[in-house]
């Protein structure tokens, strides 16, 4: 099943959380990979990760979290 166009975010550092969209998804190795249109900028201290491949610009499926907005909106309402 593609999960192209769901949302994912991945937390990448003490203070940084980065959401996206996922705009391409591919298999390599029994591992689903995506491509992620950042919307409020890439993850923090990737380049090193053996879940990232730099030259694509694929994230490997576990290091993102996919999310529902509606859902994720209600939670982050109730905080207040």
Known sequence: MSSVGKTVY???DVHKLSFGKI??????????????????????NICQSPNYDSKSGYF?????????????????????
């Open 60 to 80: 490997r499926c576990d290091t993102v979290a996919l999310f529902q907005i509606d859902t994720m909106m209600d939670v982050l309402e109730s905080l207040k």
């Open 23 to 44: 705009t391409e998804q591919s298999t390599c190795d029994n591992w689903t990979w995506y491509k992620i249109d950042w919307i409020n900028g890439p993850p923090a």
């Open 10 to 12: 991945k937390v990448s």
